[in-house]
């Protein structure tokens, strides 16, 4: 199984778009995916339904009140759950991580694994401390939304150093990259951040893959999907997010086994 955390410094970066259109996109590629949320303002419910913002979720499976299976939200596509936060009161992250954070996430990741989930998507709070430090901790990847915008940017350094403190500390090297977000081609200052991004980073810290501004995530958001679900024919957006999938595909090795035995080798049925 592999865990991948969404994170980053701040909000307002497009964090719980990416965890939502990603989860997607990964359980249209055939992965068993689960999509939890951690953050206790629970963005993930409030894009989704009415349904989603009532249910109980990561907060009633911590404190032992209710069975990981029971709290799963089924959705269309058989291959993805969601895992709400389901935290009633609008809390904000604690500043350092807990034990119960990190027992929380451990027991998590285990109950995926039993469960038989072979991604599961994070979604965290804003910052690097609290339940966000502990879920940057058990990650095999960690993916920093970063919108293309220059007060934001300037705190790509600090996360990356803050990454490496968190390193040093667990001893364990986890692989992460930013991914630009809400870049606005129209805009001379949203390029430009896009391209000190591209020219100061090391190409492994970065991905390929630009999610540029675009009003229908509002609209999706509005309509709580997926943008791949927003239309009968996906709009092209929606296809952004099949790229970003798979770029951390390639970047975690991750592989089908029958993925080889799938390959057209003639296109012609002569």
Known sequence: M????????KGGVGKTTTALNLSHSLSKRGWKTLLADLDPQGAIAFSLSE????AAGY???????????????KTIVPTLKILTNGSKLPIGPKSESSEEDRKGIESLLQAASAAEFEVVVLDTPPGLSGISKGALSHADFILAPQQAEPLASRSVGRFFEALKELAELTGRQT???VLITMLDPSQAESVQVANELWN????????????ARNPI???????GLPLALLRPHPPAAALIFDQIAAEIEARLSLKKPDDEENVITDYLDL
């Open 175 to 177: 692989p992460a990259a």
């Open 217 to 223: 995530f509002i609209e999706a958001s509005a309509k």
């Open 59 to 73: 907060c009633q499976f911590a404190d032992g009140s209710s069975p990981f299976d029971s709290l799963l939200l």
């Open 2 to 9: 592999v865990t991948i955390c969404i994170a980053s410094q």
């Open 200 to 211: 100061t980073l090391p190409p492994e810290t970065i991905l390929d893959t630009v999610v």
């Open 51 to 54: 349904r989603a913002r009532q």
